[in-house]
């Protein structure tokens, strides 16, 4: 399979830990998204790579996450001392080069925080 | 800012009967709009684009979508629903010119009668 993966596909975990989920997009793909889709919404965006530079971060990136893509291969977002409002699905996606082309969409961690 | 508006959360229609999903946008760009769609447990996967070429756009599955400007809308069509269609649809615009980040709609869960 050459598509965009994503690990774990679900983690359940305690409020207060440190949760890390990986990303490995599409080889040729240069450009890479992290979103989070909450229940009954649309994803919204998180981060922006291109190859290994973040060049764009959302408000809604507290401080206690943090996203890395050494290389410009696969990412990580991390999210430290989890709340439950983290609970969400964590989307990536990866896009070539060029304009217009679609981005793919990997099938995303759900993280449930107790 | 750009934006997307479903304007509906959920449609019901029989097997056979045509389907109309709406959206409209918001864009200070010419934008470039998509539709996306998100089976159960599924990743996102594209239906069609919209790119400033013809305003008529054919997707995959036998949907289209038609691209009006005077309007601001780009509702997603489907002449004869199946079963399989059952599914999440998220009207999408990305910034073409920018680092193409997609701001999504809050969707609209279509349902699919025998």
């Known amino acids: 399979d050459t598509g965009v993966s994503q690990d774990p596909r679900h983690k359940i975990t305690k409020r207060g830990q440190n949760v890390t989920f990986r990303c490995d997009p599409i080889?040729?793909?240069?450009?890479l998204y992290w979103y989070r889709q909450t229940l009954g919404q649309g994803p919204e965006f998180l981060t922006y790579?291109?190859?290994?530079?973040?060049?764009?971060k959302s408000r809604l990136l507290s401080d206690r996450f943090s996203a890395e893509r050494p290389k410009g291969s696969f990412s990580t977002l991390e999210i430290q001392r989890t709340e439950q409002g983290d609970s969400a699905m964590y989307l990536c996606?990866?896009?070539?080069?060029?304009?217009?082309?679609?981005?793919?969409f990997g099938p995303g961690t759900r993280l449930t925080v107790l | 800012a750009q934006s997307v508006t479903q304007l509906d959360s959920h449609v019901s229609v029989s097997e056979g009967t045509p389907v109309l999903l709406r959206c409209n946008y918001s864009?200070?760009?010419?934008?470039?709009l998509f539709w996306y769609v998100q089976h159960p447990n599924k990743g996102l996967q594209l239906l069609l684009k919209?790119?400033?070429?013809?305003?008529l756009v054919k997707g995959i599955n036998g949907f289209e979508a038609e691209f009006k400007k005077s309007e601001t809308s780009f509702h997603l069509t489907k002449p004869s629903a199946h079963m399989s269609d059952a599914a999440e649809y998220f009207c999408v615009v990305s910034d073409p010119d920018g680092f193409q980040k997609l701001v999504f709609g809050t969707g609209t869960r279509l349902l699919v009668s025998p």
């Open positions: 864009s200070s760009y010419s934008p470039s």
């Open positions: 919209y790119t400033s070429a013809a305003t």
């Open positions: 996606a990866s896009l070539s080069g060029s304009s217009y082309n679609e981005q793919f």
């Open positions: 790579f291109q190859n290994e530079a973040q060049l764009e």
């Open positions: 080889s040729e793909h240069n450009r």
